[in-house]
């Protein structure tokens, strides 16, 4: 219900676009966000943005260079990432949830089978 492509290898300093495609009951009213995970780290959240794409929520770490968009009309939510360096190198998740967009994983109730991305240095 929930896939999630566009990962791949790229130098540091490149850009990526991640896209997470809704289906069933992820798509439609739901608010959709990024979590990352890196090799013997926890997940962590990348980027959220509600359903109607009014509220929009960073993590520090990606503040700046990170930019989540929604289209709805297509039931996919974007995660363009610029400005790469390998400490974004990790497996990168989408999620939906109804509630309200936050940081922690509990928020959200449908996951996405996740897309490598690793940035050389």
């Known amino acids: 219900q929930l896939q999630a492509f566009g990962g791949g290898l790229v130098q540091a300093g490149g850009s990526l676009r991640l896209s997470c495609a809704a289906s069933?009951?992820?798509?439609?009213?739901?608010?959709i966000a990024w979590f990352r995970q890196a090799p013997g780290k926890e997940r962590e959240f990348a980027a959220a943005?509600?359903?109607?794409?009014?509220?929009?929520s960073y993590a520090d770490s990606v503040k700046g260079r990170f930019t989540i968009s929604r289209d709805n009309s297509k039931n996919t939510v974007y995660l363009q990432m610029n400005s790469l360096t390998p400490s974004d190198t990790a497996v990168y998740y989408c999620?939906?949830?109804?509630?309200?967009?936050?940081?922690?994983?509990?928020?959200?109730?449908?996951w996405g089978q996740g897309t490598q991305v690793t940035v050389s240095s």
């Open positions: 069933g009951r992820t798509s439609g009213s739901v608010n």
């Open positions: 999620a939906a949830g109804l509630r309200p967009i936050g940081v922690g994983v509990d928020g959200y109730k449908y």
């Open positions: 943005i509600n359903w109607s794409g009014s509220q929009i």
